[in-house]
Structure formats: C-alpha cells, structure tokens
C-alpha cells in the first residue's frame, strides 16, 4: 500500500510570526526531499505540513503573538508529535526550562519537548555574535569540514533533564569568552531537534539536510503522528 511506503518528500513549514524564517524556506528549497517549503502563521496552515522548523528571532516575541491570535494550542500540539527544529529562538521555545541572568525564569511562555535547560543571550549582546566551526554528529563530513556555526545571541544548552533521551549533537571546541569548551549547542530528542546558532544565515544545507532526513526517517517510522 502506498501509505506504508516512508515518504520520499516532505513538505516542510516554518513558523513565520517573527523572525528569520525567510532565509530557513530558501535553504529547504534547495533540498530534493522536499516538495515545497511554506510560512506557517495559522493552525490550519500547520496542519499541512510533514514538518516544521522555529527559526530565530526573539523568543518572547514570537510566544507572545501566537497567543495573541490564538495559534499556541494548536503550535504546541503539532510540536509534540511532529518532527520539528528549533535554531535558536526556536529551540529556547522547544525547551523546558530558560534561565536568564542566572536565575530561573517561570514567567517565559515554552512549547517545551526537549529535556533540557536553556541559558538564554550565554554570549551576550548582538555585538557579541561570532561565528565557530563545529563538528554536528551525524551532519554530513561535519568532522573534516567544519559546520559554519553563526551564534547571534545565541543561547546554549546549560543541563540535559533526561540524559537517557536527549543526545548530544554538537559541543563547542574551544571555550568563547565566559562559555567554555564543551558547552553544548546542538541535541536531539526523538522527533525533535534544537540548534544555538544560525545554520539558515549561511550558505551550507547541511544541517537542513539531517533535519529533512531525521524527519523522513522519524515519519516512516511513526506513520500515525504524521
Ligand atoms: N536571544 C534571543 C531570545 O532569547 C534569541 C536570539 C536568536 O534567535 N538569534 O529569544
């Protein structure tokens, strides 16, 4: 039957309510396993798509519109059962728990997923950006060629809640001003992924690429959440 088939394309959408969303749609376009890549603002928009991606931009701000115009129930819903990336932004929303300034902050609205505490704005201001080379597990030849890593305050990830379901993806080489080495920017639990830095900012598909083939792999394997 062709619905037991695993999908050979996906349709990929990106949560368009602030943010870079823009730069994300161009990168998954270039992909082959993906027959179209759309911005999402709505519950029925979301409802038509395999996957999604949250890209950067200001946390508060983009929980603060979905809210507003009604779209939290429905993008946390879709979030906990379908493949979906955060960059940044994205990913300080798939967290559990944000610290800022040291201290737990209940008041942040969080899709949460991922078992992880996040420290937000780790390196500081906008002129604080920088851009790292990174090895990202599983991110094609990631290891000889380095992933051009665009941190924009950025957040990192400060403790893992559940290490047995949440993998470590990426850490950094070297320490950053105040964030040391091994600090962890990237890390995967079951259909969902977050990334601190900016992999849409660049020219490089690659992490777009494990994300489209996590997705493909998670949807066969999990026909009845897709
Ligand atoms: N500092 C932003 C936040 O807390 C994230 C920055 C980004 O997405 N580039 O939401």
Not at 45 to 62: F, K, N
Request: proline share 5%; with cysteine; hydrophobic share 40%.
């Amino acid at each position: 039957m062709a619905q037991d088939q695993p999908p050979k394309q996906i349709r990929v959408g990106v949560l368009a309510l602030q943010g870079a969303f823009a730069e994300h749609i161009i990168l998954l376009k270039t992909l082959p396993q993906v027959s179209d890549a759309v911005a999402i603002r709505t519950a029925d928009e979301i409802a038509q798509v395999d996957a999604l991606v949250i890209p950067g931009g200001e946390s508060t701000t983009m929980a603060l519109i979905a809210e507003r115009s009604g779209f939290w129930p429905a993008l946390q819903e879709y979030v906990r059962t379908h493949p979906t990336w955060g960059t940044c932004a994205g990913m300080i929303l798939l967290s559990e728990r944000v610290t800022s300034g040291g201290t737990i902050n209940n008041d942040q609205k969080l899709l949460g997923g991922l078992s992880i505490t996040i420290k937000r704005n780790a390196f500081g201001s906008q002129k604080e950006s920088f851009e790292a080379g990174l090895h990202v597990a599983g991110v094609e030849n990631s290891e000889v060629q380095r992933f051009p890593g665009v941190f924009i305050r950025a957040p990192v990830i400060d403790e893992i809640l559940a290490p047995e379901k949440v993998e470590v993806l990426c850490q950094l080489e070297r320490d950053y001003k105040s964030t040391p080495k091994g600090t962890i920017v990237a890390v995967r639990q079951g259909h969902l992924l977050g990334t601190s830095f900016h992999p849409e900012l660049t020219r490089d598909a690659r992490v777009h690429q494990y994300f489209v083939k996590m997705a493909i792999d998670w949807i066969a394997n999990n026909p009845k959440s897709a």
